[in-house]
């Protein structure tokens, strides 16, 4: 024994690191999609890793709603210049432009024409045959079964049952004229992971993510946040309240509900995410349908 | 119950572990039981899988389809089985586990493969009243090919056998001399009840006669790594960094993880293929320059001389004697959906190198059952045998039970791009 230990945050660090080079090597021109999230941040963080001293081989991809926080959009333009990554901004101008809104047309269509199609799209334009994602295992049970190398056919669609064997670190990135493959390489971490490694290498993320006394609405067991422009989210005997408050997730305002906390920084977040009894997910609207994530990702979402 | 880990960042190692077994032997129970034990699974993902609807609170484990918890497609649910490799993730003060949850039944055996290939133990499942059956010794034939460093034994529903301490033994016994054909010798049996959580993560009362450590306390401690820092050097090159910018025009960087060993700076290395040599200048990470670095870190090495190295070169100690090898003897595990034919041409993915390959030779084929060998033209999917294989280039490999990372291929169909054959350097 040499007594040589990489505890487990560097463990899966090194993995992810090996993960984002081989695509690099094997593919022809990758993309990274950001979506200004925690999972996203570190995954960026992860990718400068591997490169240093050279700069991203790639560009970042970031799929826009048009319904981010308007923190999310502060944070990324910010951010961005600061570290000098090259930024694209795609999204589905047309269903935005018809208006599309989960309220009248209802969850499942708004994500399916704005996050599903958006990204389809953008990726198509790009003529990308590699699409990084934050995605994690333990985010949800489909997500549970899904391969680093996750292989999609010409519409960007996932096939649960055609999925390549991933063995030991040998990812096969052979594919055909058309196909794709999105890449996950912070597959095997979990929430946990994801705070304490924000906490250990200082991170930078959205100021959202941190407890503050906010406008919100209380709406069941969900805190949704108000905003003076969207007057008309309130419903009937609704008014909104300054709680303090945090988001544990980040998706679309209309979508993503708040949590009640008083963690104002990164040490109180971890004890926090380590108390936790609920997933994160549970304040995101669109993943409770019974077999939403999985038709989704059949669809061609990440 | 097990404490929740606060600090993950202490010197808290990352463990690796499969199960497998057979359909009905209480897998994704076993899994469900863990996560629900070590608080690995969160309170909203029970509620969905509870077995009476509109409940809003879990009082007790027993209430959940705990193998709902796992079985995450739709069709798994719909048919009641589990298709696919899926992972879970739990910690303990003391460990970090990354399991992969593998499907018993006979035509998903690809998917054990898959899954065992990057553990460091392997939990095998066995149902108490049912003993040692067929499956559960293709799966330890298996397992011992992948040369799997821990084999764990749950003797599960031992509530169904009222927790006999006589039909424990007799498993034990069977697996125990099963095991000593195949030559391995490190297993531990624990009788168990993954319903009830007996010996899971508690004791329970029910097995006073059982003196071994509990399948939690077992996973705590069992050796992380087998010493693969201690191996000699291995550092596939995966891609060379030259940013070529203002400040760093000249910089030649080779990035890559180490398979295993350890490289400091100041060390002679060779450059395979071309056999070139030069000292290590600088160990370069994000976080800083290195003195040292150990599998199975990534970093980027960069050389006092310029020698062309490229993506599929492998960087080694001067001294390490490594010879090139066109030809190569591996048992593989088929994993495709067409049969694996002599004289067909695949792509052999080893290390960070792909190149062609052909197969001029099955020496044999394993019969799972009798563990004898016999000829064969082909191999089908889920069977294993041993081939010979030339390549169209020399690599430079070791047998898979020296070293794991460069014993190790995948053979890729050169028509359908799949991945259909897992291959250990004999």
Redesign the interface.
């Not at chain 1, 400068?48 to 700069?55: N, S, T």
């Not at chain 1, 999925?163 to 040998?170: G, H, M, V, Y």
């Not at chain 1, 380590?274 to 997933?279: D, I, K, L, M």
């Given at each position: 024994?040499?007594g040589?230990?990489?505890?487990?945050?560097?463990?899966?660090?090194?993995?992810s690191?090996?993960i984002i080079?081989?695509v690099?090597?094997e593919f022809r021109n990758p993309v990274m999609l950001y979506s200004v999230g925690k999972d996203s941040s570190v995954l960026l963080h992860l990718a400068?890793?591997?490169?240093?001293?050279?700069?991203l081989p790639f560009s970042l991809l970031h799929v826009d709603t048009g319904y981010k926080f308007k923190e999310m959009y502060e944070f990324r333009d910010a951010f961005c210049k600061e570290i000098g990554v090259d930024l694209i901004v795609r999204g589905n101008e047309d269903a935005i432009a018809k208006g599309m809104n989960p309220k009248e047309f209802g969850v499942a269509r708004c994500c399916g024409a704005l996050k599903t199609q958006g990204l389809l799209d953008a990726l198509e334009e790009g003529g990308y045959d590699a699409a990084f994602g934050g995605a994690r295992?333990?985010e949800e049970?489909?997500?549970?079964?899904e391969r680093v190398f996750s292989m999609r056919d010409e519409f960007g669609q996932w096939d649960?049952?055609n999925?390549?064997?991933?063995?030991?670190?040998?990812y096969?990135g052979?594919?055909?004229e058309g196909e794709s493959v999105r890449v996950f390489p912070i597959?095997?971490w979990?929430e946990?992971?994801v705070w304490?490694y924000i906490?250990?290498e200082n991170i930078p993320i959205v100021p959202l993510y941190f407890a503050k006394e906010r406008p919100m609405i209380e709406r069941g067991d969900m805190l949704i946040p108000y905003y003076e422009e969207n007057k008309d989210q309130l419903l009937e005997g609704e008014t909104p309240k300054m709680i303090m408050s945090r988001f544990r997730t980040l998706g679309c305002s209309p979508c993503t509900g708040a949590v009640r906390s008083s963690a104002t920084n990164m040490t109180e977040i971890?004890?926090e995410a380590?108390?936790?009894?609920?997933?994160e997910r549970?304040t995101r609207i669109i993943d409770h349908g019974?077999?939403s994530m999985?038709d989704k990702k059949k669809e061609g979402y990440f | 119950m097990t404490e929740l880990n606060l600090d993950l960042t202490k010197e808290i190692e990352l463990l690796r572990l499969v199960t497998v077994g057979s359909v009905d032997d209480g897998k994704s129970t076993l899994i469900g039981r863990l996560l629900v034990d070590t608080k690995g699974a969160f309170e909203d993902q029970l509620l969905a899988v509870r077995k009476k609807k509109g409940e809003t609170k879990i009082a007790s484990a027993s209430e959940i389809d705990l193998a709902m918890l796992t079985d995450g497609l739709a069709a798994e649910r719909e048919q009641g089985i589990t298709i696919d490799v899926a992972y879970r993730y739990f910690a303990t003060p003391k460990r970090k586990f990354i399991m992969a949850d593998c499907p018993g039944h006979e035509q998903y055996t690809r998917n054990m493969v898959t899954g065992a290939s990057t553990a460091s133990a392997a939990i095998i499942l066995v149902d108490a009243r049912n003993g040692v059956m067929p499956q559960t010794k293709r799966h330890t034939h298996i397992l011992g090919l992948l040369g799997m460093p821990h084999l764990i034994v749950a003797i599960n529903k031992m509530d169904m056998v009222n927790f006999d301490q006589a039909t424990f033994e007799k498993i034990r016994q069977d697996m125990t001399d099963y095991c000593a054909k195949q030559g391995i010798k490190d297993l531990i049996c624990i009788p168990m009840s993954a319903l009830n959580g007996d010996m899971v993560a508690v004791r329970g009362e029910n097995m006073p006669w059982y003196e071994g450590a509990t399948l939690l306390e077992t996973f705590e401690s069992l050796p992380v790594l087998d010493d693969v820092d201690a191996q000699p050097l291995r550092f596939p090159v995966q891609l060379l960094n030259r940013p070529q910018t203002a400040e760093l025009p000249d910089y030649r960087g080779f990035m890559g993880t180490i398979a295993s060993g350890t490289v400091k700076v100041g060390d002679k290395l060779t450059a395979l293929p071309s056999g070139k040599s030069s000292i290590v200048k600088e160990i370069v990470t994000f976080d800083g320059n290195l003195e040292e670095a150990f599998s199975p870190q990534s970093i980027t090495i960069t050389l006092q001389d310029e020698i062309d190295i490229s993506r599929g070169d492998m960087l080694v100690h001067s001294d390490s004697g490594m010879e090139p090898k066109k030809e190569i003897t591996a048992n593989v595990c088929w994993i495709g959906d067409e049969p694996l034919e002599p004289k067909k041409k695949y792509w052999i993915k080893h290390t960070t190198n792909t190149l062609k390959a052909m197969v001029t030779e099955i020496d044999f084929r394993t019969d799972i059952h009798s563990l004898e060998q016999e000829t064969a033209d082909q191999l089908a999917m889920n069977e294993i045998g041993q081939i010979q294989l030339k390549l169209l280039k020399p690599v430079y490999a070791d047998h898979y039970a020296a070293n794991r990372s460069t014993g190790s291929f995948i053979l890729i169909d050169s028509f359908t791009n799949n991945t259909v054959g897992a291959g250990m350097i004999v």
């Open positions: 024994m040499s040589h230990k990489l505890t487990q945050l560097k463990a899966l660090e090194a993995e690191i090996h080079r081989e690099v090597a400068r890793k591997a490169f240093y001293p050279a700069p295992r333990d049970r489909s997500r549970a079964k649960p049952k999925q390549r064997p991933e063995l030991w670190s040998l096969n052979r594919i055909h597959s095997n979990t946990m992971d304490l906490k250990e971890v004890a380590a108390a936790a009894r609920r997933s549970e019974a077999n999985e | -």
